[in-house]
């Protein structure tokens, strides 16, 4: 089992970076896939970016390509997502995610164990 707690969030100026942190507990984090969401009120849970285990195979959104990057640490336990030139619409509660499968997978229902959250508020 995978226990993950995220950090990081804030509120941030439109165009400006943030650094979210992933920290989890566990001798097999370097087994698992790991994927960032973000959730926007009264919006669905929405994929982010997944990095492989080796972190040599990573996945991005359309919407955050070339301003995000996801990152891993293994011998840290640490997951990491760096945001660049960020946007209003941006703004969410972002989750980090451990899943078992391969691929860059997607769906919220692919992954195993989640993080409570972290708010990311982006002003205009």
């Known amino acids: 089992q995978v226990q993950l707690v995220e950090s990081g969030g804030g509120l941030v100026q439109a165009g400006g970076p943030l650094r979210l942190s992933c920290a989890a507990s566990?001798?097999?984090?370097?087994?698992?896939?790991m994927g960032w969401f973000r959730q926007a009120p009264g919006k669905e849970r929405e994929f982010v970016a997944a990095?492989?285990?080796?972190?040599?195979?990573?996945s991005y959104s359309d919407s955050v390509k070339a301003r995000f990057t996801i990152s891993r640490d293994n011998s840290r336990n640490t997951l990491y997502l760096q945001m660049n030139s960020l946007k209003p619409e941006d703004t969410a509660v972002y989750y980090c995610?451990?899943?078992?499968?391969?691929?860059?997978?997607?769906?919220?229902?692919?992954?195993?164990?989640w993080g409570q959250g972290t708010q990311v508020t982006v002003s205009s």
């Open positions: 995610a451990a899943s078992r499968s391969l691929g860059g997978p997607r769906l919220v229902r692919e992954y195993d164990y």
């Open positions: 566990g001798r097999t984090f370097s087994l698992y896939t």
């Open positions: 990095i492989s285990w080796s972190s040599l195979s990573t």
